[in-house]
């Protein structure tokens, strides 16, 4: 199934999609995305109504307001090494809050304060359900499913100290979406899938998920043996080479770009680049 999250007037709205067709999801037992991921994890396909067009939809993030959004630094040895750092043998995390996140054609964000604004292409995981010390054999037992996700980032303020956290949590700089597509439609783990960014329809990155250094259930595994794993945590698994500030000359996000982030066989997220007003 592939899921999406939209608003209409102030409401918060699922729906299963299927190609340019949106069925909003209209049924009793789900009213939350708690629910709505308990049901994909039961394989329950949930009774829909209303018909929609998915190009005319105002889509949020297919998890709204993650409880936790855990990033992984340096997952791909040619971006590792682009970056100046050593293949790690352990991964580097860090964290988003939910501000900024932004949905699937609604703008990314650039703050006046930087002009070092940089795309990065990843695949993004939904936990379904609650896991504390999984093993590496079990951790795909608790993924929802998967998602194209922009870790746009200031590099300048990323730079700033030992710590990425402030250049990546500016406000709606996180592109994420636009559909959540269960595991059940893609290969074991989304491995080998590939990987691309297109900046104003120029390929700037071309990967491919079976060149992560530490795979999907693997980063499940050192997760989890730290922090319980909640339903609707969201996982972002790290970017291959070609990103924009270890090009010469780099290139940056401005506004008036368009940045695509596809992942095969999950879809394209679409994100204009804007200049914030603050």
Avoid at 20 to 31: C, F, L, T
Avoid at 65 to 77: A, D, F, H, S
Wanted: glycine share 10%; aromatic share 6%; with cysteine.
């Amino acid at each position: 199934m592939r899921c999406v999250c939209f608003l209409q007037g102030k409401e918060i709205k699922f729906g299963l999609r299927q190609g340019d067709q949106v069925d909003e999801i209209n049924d009793p037992s789900i009213a939350s995305i708690d629910d709505l991921l308990r049901a994909l994890m039961e394989g329950r396909r949930p009774a829909t109504g209303a018909v929609h067009v998915f190009g005319e939809l105002d889509l949020l993030p297919p998890v709204p307001r993650p409880g936790k959004i855990l990033c992984i630094g340096l997952n791909y040895v040619d971006h590792a090494k682009e970056s100046g750092h050593a293949v790690p043998d352990y991964p580097a995390v860090f964290m988003r809050g939910p501000s900024s996140l932004t949905g699937h054609n609604h703008p990314l964000l650039r703050p006046v304060c930087s002009d070092r604004f940089d795309y990065e292409a990843e695949l993004a995981i939904v936990i379904g359900r609650s896991v504390h010390a999984i093993s590496e054999q079990d951790a795909l037992d608790c993924v929802a499913g998967y998602a194209c996700f922009n870790d746009g980032s200031l590099r300048d303020y990323q730079m700033k100290s030992g710590q990425w956290t402030m250049g990546k949590n500016f406000d709606q700089t996180g592109g994420f979406g636009p559909d959540l597509v269960t595991p059940d439609e893609l290969p074991a783990g989304a491995a080998g899938l590939r990987v691309v960014t297109r900046l104003n329809g120029e390929i700037l990155q071309d990967g491919n998920t079976s060149n992560m250094i530490f795979s999907v259930a693997k980063i499940i595994e050192i997760l989890s043996e730290v922090m319980t794993l909640e339903p609707g945590d969201v996982i972002i698994t790290g970017t291959p080479a070609g990103v924009g500030f270890a090009r010469n000359p780099p290139i940056f996000m401005q506004a008036g770009d368009v940045c695509e982030i596809e992942i095969e066989q999950i879809g394209t997220l679409r994100n204009p680049i804007v200049d914030a007003a603050f």
